[in-house]
């Protein structure tokens, strides 16, 4: 279908276009912007008047619990909410059941995904088979199969010699390995933050150290072997600093943070709120400033939904037997803009920042050709009114997970119109 997107503020951080401008869409491209090509004829128009039109946004952690764990939400529930959030790109992590470490359960799923015909789905491989730690997965059969990356997920790798040979194999394959950096000891068993709230609430707690060590483990790994590594979620200070120094070495690593952090600290737990109960767990205020610097200066790549939807059963418990965890797909876009507001000074380009984390950086990590407007490129894009407050409510969400800390908040920015590859996937 031929679509002409008019009226529009064009944002398109990877080839630095902010401006009033048309798009074109035919077979599934980027056929123009600004002018039509010769020929053109639409049909389809779409008035974005007071809209922002803006490339499909790349989430870097979404889990949409297939396989396994249908009964906390299903591949359509959560395509759906990637629609509704303007995400038209997301990785998956490899923490399903079965795990994926074997090619026929990632092109299973990958099947599924292209079936419902809206988001593109790319899959993070096990690192090691069923994520224990031990033995290597087959990483070539897995990237064929469609693997962008290998993962342990929340599992942390006791044998320091199992990840120098994963790295080592990650190397030679050009593979990249992606890590959240938690020491598998240190804090295993915490359920928040190591300070004063958890220590008032009589919660255990995770320490800082918890994320350093492991980084320092990482980065040294990283030095010896040359792979290139993207840190999950980060969320501490200290952490963020062992970052910024390696990245001014030159060592080969990416970072991202999950949405959450960017806003919330150890306080929002507030009296057990078990919808707060996230991993990693909430930091400290300084955690958080931090955070919001680190966005600022490039030291933190990209931000992520982190996506984890979690049923009422696993939920609605005290707060140290909650299943961690949150939606996030609807939430992206609203959360980014938040940042800006609150973040970036205003001489700069608030709008634009918020949007690159979210678009052509993420892409960049996975090495997407998504996370654009180019001419020639495909037609992800999402129509978006930053005017738009809403509130966060549990009907409003198309997840099949309902929980999220941000439940009442009032926050901007909605989606409107989500495009996959040229054709029209949600339209409010």
Request: a negative charge.
């Amino acid at each position: 279908m031929k679509i002409h997107i008019k009226n529009g503020h064009l944002i398109d951080p990877a080839n630095g276009i902010d401006a009033k401008q048309d798009v074109y869409i035919a077979a599934g491209k980027i056929a123009g912007i600004g002018q039509a090509p010769e020929g053109f004829v639409a049909a389809k128009v779409i008035d974005a008047s007071g809209l922002v039109v803006a490339p499909g946004f790349v989430d870097l952690s979404a889990r949409l619990r297939e396989p396994g764990y249908e009964y906390k939400a299903t591949l359509e529930s959560e395509m759906q909410a990637a629609m509704q959030g303007g995400v038209t790109s997301l990785v998956c992590p490899p923490d399903t059941d079965p795990v994926l470490d074997e090619p026929g359960l990632v092109e299973m799923l990958k099947h599924r995904a292209k079936s419902l015909n809206q988001a593109n789905v790319y899959p993070l491989g096990a690192l090691t088979m069923g994520l224990k730690g031990t033995a290597l997965t087959e990483m070539a059969e897995l990237t064929d199969a469609g693997c962008i990356g290998f993962s342990q997920a929340d599992c942390p790798i006791l044998d320091t010699t199992v990840m120098l040979r994963a790295m080592q194999y990650a190397k030679t394959f050009d593979y990249t390995v992606w890590l959240r950096p938690q020491d598998p000891h240190l804090g295993i068993k915490g359920v928040a933050h190591s300070g004063p709230v958890a220590s008032r609430l009589g919660l255990s707690g995770v320490p800082v150290m918890a994320e350093t060590i492991a980084l320092h483990t990482i980065l040294e790994l990283v030095r010896v072997t040359g792979a290139r590594v993207h840190l999950c979620r980060m969320s501490t200070s200290a952490g963020l600093e062992l970052v910024r120094a390696a990245k001014t070495e030159g060592l080969p690593i990416t970072c991202d943070v999950g949405a959450h952090h960017i806003h919330l600290t150890e306080n929002d737990i507030g009296f057990f709120d078990s919808n707060a109960r996230l991993t990693p767990p909430l930091r400290s205020q300084r955690d958080r400033d931090a955070i919001c610097r680190g966005l600022l200066d490039g030291t933190i790549d990209a931000i992520c939904s982190d996506h984890t939807p979690v049923d009422d059963d696993e939920k609605l418990l005290p707060f140290g037997e909650a299943s961690p965890g949150a939606t996030g797909l609807e939430l992206l876009l609203s959360l980014s803009l938040r940042w800006a507001e609150d973040c970036v000074d205003q001489d700069k380009q608030p709008l634009t920042q918020a949007i690159a984390k979210i678009t052509a950086d993420a892409a960049r990590i996975v090495g997407l050709p998504s996370g654009q407007l180019a001419v020639g490129s495909v037609a992800d894009i999402c129509l978006f009114d930053p005017a738009v407050r809403w509130t966060v409510a549990a009907k409003a969400l198309a997840s099949q997970g309902k929980h999220t800390p941000f439940l009442g908040y009032e926050l901007s920015g909605q989606v409107q119109t989500t495009i996959v590859a040229g054709h029209i996937a949600f339209q409010r």
